[in-house]
């Protein structure tokens, strides 16, 4: 236990796993939306509506429930940026994912207590947690209440640019999930990532 970092408090965890099993339901619903059809429907249309408004208002609060933690346990900070050489900082850690793990060398950047994300991590979660996300619940909540929505925005319908917005920050928010839940298994095995979102509990590669 000597070598290991409790890394993740019990409020991120929680938050993590409610985060990660609304977008999974919002995920697969909106799949479902996106490609219904009457005769071959993989969820009944009223079931992935219901079962989609509720799990876009569900991740809303749990969104603001991690901008509440992460200022009252200081977790900010891990999502400050500090821009002094952080392209070489960005291109050190691509070349690792890319190129040097696979000659067996070790991460540039090792996970500590003041340094829960590598460069490239943080630089992703930033995006998700503090732009595609945002965009994803307020576009949702404005197809929820469509009356709050302006008839036109930049000339199109309001409504139109709403899902517009709603839907490609889905493809990103799909995209990031399947990217994030393969680099969990680039850890000192493939499966100490996911025990350490269970556990709190970060065992360093090497």
Not at 40 to 63: E, K, M, P, W
Not at 112 to 134: A, C
Request: one cysteine or more.
């Amino acid at each position: 236990m000597n070598n290991k970092i409790y890394l993740y408090p019990v409020a991120i965890r929680v938050w993590h796993f409610i985060n990660a099993i609304m977008i999974i339901l919002l995920i697969i619903t909106g799949v479902s939306l996106q490609y219904s059809d009457l005769e071959y429907t993989f969820i009944r249309f009223d079931y992935s509506v219901t079962i989609h408004n509720i799990a876009g208002v569900i991740l809303t609060i749990d969104y603001l429930l991690f901008i509440i933690v992460n200022i009252v346990t200081g977790n900010y900070r891990h999502y400050r940026i500090k821009f002094k050489k952080y392209p070489q900082k960005l291109w050190k850690q691509f070349y690792y994912y890319s190129y040097g793990i696979f000659k067996g060398e070790n991460p540039p950047y090792q996970i500590t207590l003041k340094r829960k994300f590598n460069p490239l991590q943080q630089f992703s979660y930033v995006l998700v947690m503090y732009l595609f996300l945002p965009i994803l619940v307020f576009s949702g909540i404005a197809l929820l209440l469509p009356e709050v929505i302006p008839n036109k925005i930049f000339g199109y319908g309001g409504i139109m640019v709403a899902d517009f917005f709603h839907v490609i920050n889905g493809f990103f928010a799909t995209v990031f999930l399947f990217v994030h839940v393969y680099f969990c298994t680039i850890g000192k095995n493939p499966l100490s990532s996911f025990r350490s979102i269970i556990n709190g509990w970060h065992e360093p590669n090497h």
